[in-house]
Structures are given as C-alpha cells and as structure tokens.
T-cell receptor, first 114, second 116 residues
Framework: AAGVIQSPRHLIKEKRETATLKCYPI?????VYWYQQGPGQDPQFLIS???????DKGSIPDRFSAQQFSDYHSELNMSSLELGDSALYFC?????????????FGSGTQLSVL | KQEVTQIPAALSVPEGENLVLNCSFT??????LQWFRQDPGKGLTSLLL?????REQTSGRLNASLDKSSGRSTLYIAASQPGDSATYLC???????????????FGKGTHLIIQP
C-alpha cells in the first residue's frame, strides 16, 4: 500500500540558507501535518492543512512557512536557517480533518544545519 | 496545556516476556489516543488508535487500553520478540475547539530492547 512520501530524505544546509521539504500524502488523504523532532526529543507539532487550507498552527517559527497544493502535496519552506533547526521533520497525513482519524507518518527528512 | 508522560523511559527484557508500557496524560478531554513505534532514524508507524469512547484495541500481539477518566493508557506486548525493539510513543489529540496545542501531543517514548 502507498505510504506518505517525503523528500529529500537527508538535507545539509548552512546557516542562513533556505530549505524546502516536500510531503506527498497517501492517495485520497486530504489532511497533512508537519512535525519537528529534535535529537532525543518527542515530535512537536508545527502546522497542518485540510483541503489546501491551513487548519491548525503549533510551534512553527515565523521563519517557516508551509502550504498544501491542489494535488494535496505539501511543502515546508524554511528560511534563515539556524543551527537549532537541525532535526528530523515528519509529515503525516489522514483522511478527513484529523479529529478521530489515524495519522500515517512518512519516514521524515533529516535536516542538518552546519 | 496537555502533557503526556511515558513510563518507563527505557526497558530491556529477554525475548518471550510479556510487557506493559505506560502512558499518562494530564487533560482527560481527549478525542483519541494513538500508540506509535519508531525505529532509529526512521518514521513513526501507527500501531493502535483508541477513540475516547473505547476501552481497548487489539492488533496481533499488541493490546492497548484506555482509561480516560484517570488519564492513563497501557500498551501490552505479548510474547516479545527481538524485532519489537524500538521506541514506543504515545500521543493524544484533544477535542476540537479545546484549549492547548492542536495536533498530536506526544510523550517522550519508551525505548524498548528485547534481548535474544
């Protein structure tokens, strides 16, 4: 069965550079979530989209932005990268608004900021 | 603000044992609770989802229970195998329109090692 696809798997950037992470949800899933997991930390909710509109916002820095496109894939744009942005970034998808629905996670993008 | 705590933080047991992982949450106004498995450097795999109106869910050797009023959930793993070695995360999602952060609130996980 198709799963959540994230690209790239690994990304190395330098401070103050920009990065774009992509997420392709499971087919027919209309809700996408972004999470950030620092080393040894639990995942922290960043932002979510339902039917191409932002639905919820968590601890996403102002330097980050995200959107969901007409084909339901989502991109997380990160600017002015800082060392502390180094983390594993997960995307998850669900069918429906997320309330009561099981979330399916991708394998994540490992971002290293040097 | 919802807080999720998992005990123990780490657990190492011989193969074949039955074991219980514990999860507690401070705000009982949850919509559902989900258990995940995470392998090192990998994504999160959903194991079981329990709706707030349910008491337990079972999948193969896994059984998860939920006591919403006391803010507790347990994940029971029967006849553990070395392949079960991973970090197990508990996460809750609050009620729509409720206070606190939206999306899943995760515990810090239990790092499980099953010795062959």
């Amino acid at each position: 069965a198709a799963g959540v696809i994230q690209s790239p798997r690994h990304l190395i950037k330098e401070k103050r550079e920009t990065a774009t992470l992509k997420c392709y949800p499971i087919p027919r899933h209309d809700t996408v979530y972004w999470y950030q997991q620092g080393p040894g930390q639990d995942p922290q909710f960043l932002i979510s989209f339902y039917e191409k509109m932002q639905s919820d916002k968590g601890s996403i820095p102002d330097r980050f932005s995200a959107q969901q496109f007409s084909d339901y894939h989502s991109e997380l744009n990160m600017s002015s990268l800082e060392l502390g942005d180094s983390a594993l970034y997960f995307c998850a998808s669900s069918l429906g608004s997320g309330w009561g629905e099981k979330l399916f996670f991708g394998s994540g993008t490992q971002l290293s900021v040097l | 603000k919802q807080e999720v705590t998992q005990i123990p933080a780490a657990l190492s047991v011989p193969e074949g044992e039955n074991l219980v992982l514990n999860c507690s949450f401070t705000d009982s106004a949850i919509y559902n609770l989900q258990w995940f498995r995470q392998d090192p450097g990998k994504g999160l795999t959903s194991l079981l989802l329990i709706q707030s109106s349910q008491r337990e869910q079972t999948s193969g050797r896994l059984n998860a229970s939920l006591d919403k009023s006391s803010g507790r959930s347990t994940l029971y793993i029967a006849a553990s195998q070395p392949g079960d070695s991973a970090t197990y995360l508990c996460a809750v999602i609050g009620l729509p329109g409720g206070g606190g952060a939206d999306g899943l609130t995760f515990g810090k996980g239990t790092h499980l090692i099953i010795q062959p």
